[in-house]
Every structure is written in C-alpha cells, then in structure tokens.
C-alpha cells in the first residue's frame, strides 16, 4: 500500500496461487508521460475471483505478453499480496484456449456491482479500477450519442466513459446484453459483450 515493489521471484514466493479455468475478457490502454499500461482483466469461473494483468510499455516498445482475448484457458495465476488481491500474472497455461459462448458470471442489478465495490474498498480503500461484469443491461444513449450508460432492469444506469457505442448498441439490437468493463468509480469503459452466443470484443473507447 505504501508502494513498496516487489519483484516477480517475491511474488510467486509470497503470491496467492489460484488454479482456475480463466475467461480472458479484454483489455483498456492508458498512457501516462509516455508510458502506456495496459490493464487485461480475467475471470475465474469457479472460485469466482477477478484479476488484472498490468504491462508497461515505455518509448513505443511491445509489451512483453500477448493475451487472447474473448477465451477461455485453464491456467495458474499467482496474485500480488494485497488486502484485496487483484493484481495477477500467469505462471502457468495448460489444455485448449476455446472462445466465450457461455453467458457470462456477473450479476443483474447495478446496485449488487456497486455494493461489491464498497465491499473491496472497505478491504483495500486504494484500489482505483474494479471488473464489471453486468448481465442483462440495455446500452442507451442521449443527445444523439453525446451521453451513453448501461441501465440494468430495475432502471438503475451506470454512465459510459467519454467515446462512442454504436457497435454495442448495434449488438444488442436494444435489448439486453451481457457487459463487461473497467469501471473506474466514475464511468464504466466496455471491452466485451455477449449477444446471440457470442462474445464481441468492443473497440476501444476515448480515454
């Protein structure tokens, strides 16, 4: 919490290890003073738990890792010690990577995300970036696009981040899809989303 770094030996040493069959569900891209980040959230479908991949890239260089995104793989993740353990990397992959065709985990009201929400933050109150996995949400924009949210059943909305989703609102067709994001504790950024059996990944909104 005080940002003390710990090296990748450190972290397999002192790291939760979780064995899990691992939905690799997108990815968001921030730059900061010429160094971008690329946040790669993952899922894991039975112990139910969410983890974040960071990579750094400094000067325009690749980052060191390639992921698939929209599949599934069985796979070993060792997370960063945390109170609330989000950070993760891959210490082992084994057996097929497979596309997303299932519905996706996550839950049906906006209210349920935000309370796991205040749940993590009373656990760890310096987490910034939180997966949002949301079933059955209507995309819904106004001003001709100026405005875009997520509204849930019960009516309740979650605002978008700055950018524009005719794609997602063309995949939905206007009715409810299955959503995954970064929500960020003021917008919620779509990378991914189920609709017809199928997992689309979304373009990248404006940061």
Same mark, same amino acid.
């Given at each position: 919490?005080?940002?003390?770094?710990?090296?990748?030996?450190?972290?397999?040493e002192?790291?939760e290890?979780i064995?899990?069959?691992w939905?690799i569900?997108?990815?968001?891209?921030?730059?900061?003073?010429? &160094?971008?980040?690329?946040?790669?959230?993952?899922?894991?479908?039975?112990?139910?738990?969410?983890?974040?991949?960071?990579?750094f890239?400094?000067?325009g260089s690749?980052?060191?890792?390639?992921?698939? *995104?929209?599949?599934?793989?069985?796979?070993?993740l060792v997370?960063?010690?945390?109170?609330?353990?989000?950070?993760?990397?891959?210490?082992?992959r084994?057996?097929?990577?497979?596309p997303?065709?299932?519905?996706?985990?996550?839950?049906?009201t906006?209210d349920?995300?935000?309370?796991? &929400?205040a749940?993590m933050?009373?656990?760890q109150?310096?987490?910034?970036?939180?997966?949002?996995?949301?079933?059955? &949400?209507?995309?819904?924009?106004?001003?001709?696009?100026?405005?875009?949210?997520?509204?849930?059943k019960?009516?309740?909305?979650?605002?978008?981040?700055?950018?524009?989703?005719?794609?997602? *609102?063309?995949?939905s067709c206007?009715?409810? &899809?299955?959503?995954?994001?970064?929500?960020n504790?003021?917008a919620?950024?779509?990378?991914g989303a189920?609709?017809?059996?199928?997992?689309?990944?979304?373009?990248?909104?404006l940061q």
């Open positions: 919490m005080i940002g003390w770094t710990l090296s990748q030996e450190e972290v397999v002192r790291g290890l064995s899990d069959d939905l569900l997108g990815q968001i891209l921030d730059e900061e003073e010429r &160094v971008r980040i690329q946040h790669t959230w993952l899922y894991g479908i039975r112990r139910q738990r969410q983890a974040v991949l960071l990579q890239s400094a000067a690749p980052f060191p890792e390639m992921f698939p *995104l929209g599949s599934r793989q069985e796979a070993d997370f960063w010690p945390s109170a609330c353990p989000q950070r993760a990397r891959f210490t082992a084994r057996g097929e990577i497979i997303i065709t299932e519905q996706l985990p996550g839950v049906e906006i349920a995300f935000l309370a796991n &929400v749940e933050l009373a656990r109150p310096w987490m910034e970036r939180f997966l949002c996995l949301l079933r059955n &949400v209507t995309p819904i924009c106004t001003d001709h696009g100026a405005a875009w949210y997520a509204r849930d019960g009516g309740a909305a979650l605002p978008l981040a700055k950018g524009e989703y005719w794609q997602l *609102l063309a995949l206007g009715y409810p &899809v299955d959503l995954a994001g970064e929500w504790g003021e919620l950024s779509p990378f189920m609709a017809d059996g199928r997992y689309f990944l979304l373009g990248r909104t």
